[in-house]
């Protein structure tokens, strides 16, 4: 939903959200623009709808961003600008909290600079990063791209690198973390800031361990371990 302010980041498992994914031109939120848009509805943890669409991005489609998610020019000559498709976007997420791999570095920044530039609005919705909640959950393991999560928890990656797909390799992982979230060990090793909902981390000061909000410095709570 668009608003005054952008969505906060939120560190819990929910069982209504929609799960999205964005494919670019490339890595800058600054100067890159987006080619596609999927989303997932989920409502008590299953699938409801969903949405998708290419974009046409007005510029020509870099060769290494086409090798990675093999969206050509072509395939896109006739495809809404995204100034339509985020519009279609915004109605069907509605209200609801979104969720995505890595979106509070990447995919949100997209979304948030676009908007502004459209409707001088944001974003408002608030949003569930995988990245960090893996990292939290799994920390046995050495690599946290989503392909690596979905073999771990071994979740197909047939057509990986294509918005749609990864929403739903996604979906299927959040709801895995989810259950991780939910386990006795968990709730023993991750603890949530009381101020603002970010996770707690380990850090080590002056006086030795304390626990630090993961949101610092805009949040500066601590806690003694």
């Not at 943890?45 to 991005?57: A, H, I, K, M, Q």
Request: include cysteine.
């Amino acid at each position: 939903m668009l608003g005054d302010k952008r969505g906060k980041k939120r560190n819990q498992y929910t069982a209504d959200y929609v799960v999205f994914d964005l494919e670019t031109t490339g890595t800058s939120a600054v100067n890159d623009a987006v080619i596609e848009i999927s989303a997932i509805l989920v409502q008590n943890g299953r699938t409801t709808d969903e949405f998708s669409t290419l974009v046409n991005p007005e510029r020509p489609i870099p060769y290494h961003a086409s090798k990675v998610n093999h969206i050509y020019d072509d395939m896109v000559a006739q495809a809404p600008l995204f100034e339509q498709a985020l519009a279609d976007f915004d109605a069907f997420i509605g209200d609801r909290i979104l969720v995505g791999h890595n979106i509070h570095t990447f995919d949100m920044r997209f979304l948030w600079r676009d908007a502004e530039k459209y409707w001088g609005k944001t974003i408002a919705n608030d949003y569930i990063d995988t990245l960090p909640l893996a990292r939290q959950c799994l920390p046995q393991l050495s690599n946290y791209k989503l392909t690596d999560l979905a073999s771990y928890y071994r979740i197909s990656t047939d057509g990986a690198h294509r918005a749609l797909a990864d929403c739903s390799m996604n979906q299927k992982i959040f709801e895995k973390l989810g259950e991780e979230l939910s386990s006795p060990k968990a709730a023993q090793n991750l603890k949530t800031c009381p101020r603002c909902g970010q996770l707690l981390k380990k850090r080590s000061g002056k006086f030795g361990d304390f626990w630090g909000c993961s949101g610092y410095p805009n949040c500066r709570y601590t806690e003694n371990i």
